[in-house]
């Protein structure tokens, strides 16, 4: 959440959560880029993890991602890219309640379905695991 309680805008909360979500593959990017410097990644994650806003680190990021060749930069990696949207997902029961596990912070918009015999991801921010909840 942002300082004062209020939510994070929705561009800036998807862009967190595509970061959390891979982070490993954008640090690769990154580094095989023509800069080379996961600087930008890193200046995200240190302004998440001090509170602080980070839309200007992640619009940096998304800038150096589309100069490296990436014409989607940083939204390529959001969950929604290139997928039609709706109010209601496919899949997505409206009779009971879905365990989702979302961003233990409340910062970004990150989730994740939980999968058989697969452990929990954890924030790349805090390294704490997803938060379970309920849609």
């Not at 302004?47 to 619009?59: C, V, Y």
Request: proline residues 7%.
């Amino acid at each position: 959440m942002a300082d004062g309680g209020e939510a994070a805008a929705p561009g800036e909360a998807e862009r967190l959560a595509a970061v959390c979500a891979h982070l490993e593959e954008i640090r690769a990017d990154l580094r095989s880029g023509p800069g080379g410097d996961e600087g930008p990644v890193e200046r995200v994650l240190a302004a998440a993890r001090d509170g602080e806003d980070s839309a200007g680190t992640l619009a940096v990021l998304h800038a150096v991602l589309q100069a490296d060749g990436d014409p989607q930069g940083l939204d390529g990696y959001t969950n929604h890219a290139g997928a039609t949207r709706s109010l209601r997902p496919a899949g997505i029961s409206t009779t009971r309640a879905e365990l989702v596990y979302v961003c233990p912070a409340g910062r970004c918009a990150r989730y994740w379905w939980p999968q058989p015999a697969v452990s929990v991801p954890q924030c790349a921010i805090s390294s704490t695991p997803l938060h379970q909840g309920r849609l």
